[in-house]
């Protein structure tokens, strides 16, 4: 568990280096905003959390029988977590994304786009 990175990932680093890449300006994981999201853009509000498919529970109605109540317990409350900041952020005034680790390994380049979409409509 040691081990396991909670920032500065590679799906983290693959996004940051793509919006490096395209002129875009921004802070990693601030403290100053609730949830730390893993890149924000505080000229235009933007929040970007990268999400781990295992810690942050996708598609955990699938899987999460096969795992311990503890890591049951701990995945669920991530979820919840997860819910309550977004929810927060989004009365704050501030646009949150949320990139999945599956669909960025899948598609690198549609998540980006995605992504750069809602940076300009903001």
């Not at 996004?15 to 609730?34: A, C, D, E, M």
């Not at 049951?72 to 819910?83: A, E, S, Y």
């Not at 949150?96 to 992504?115: A, K, M, P, Y």
């Amino acid at each position: 568990m040691s081990r396991v990175r909670s920032r500065d990932t590679d799906i983290e680093r693959v996004v940051q280096y793509h919006l490096r890449r395209l002129g875009y300006r921004f802070k990693t994981h601030p403290n100053t905003v609730l949830g730390r999201p893993d890149i924000y853009m505080p000229g235009i509000r933007v929040a970007v959390f990268i999400d781990g498919d295992f810690w942050h529970g996708h598609r955990f109605n699938t899987w999460e029988s096969a795992l311990s109540p503890f890591w049951q317990v701990k995945i669920r409350t991530n979820i919840q977590r997860d819910k309550r900041v977004r929810k927060s952020l989004r009365s704050q005034g501030i646009n949150v994304v949320r990139i999945w680790q599956h669909d960025l390994e899948q598609d690198t380049e549609s998540c980006i786009v995605n992504l750069v979409n809602v940076i300009e409509c903001s």
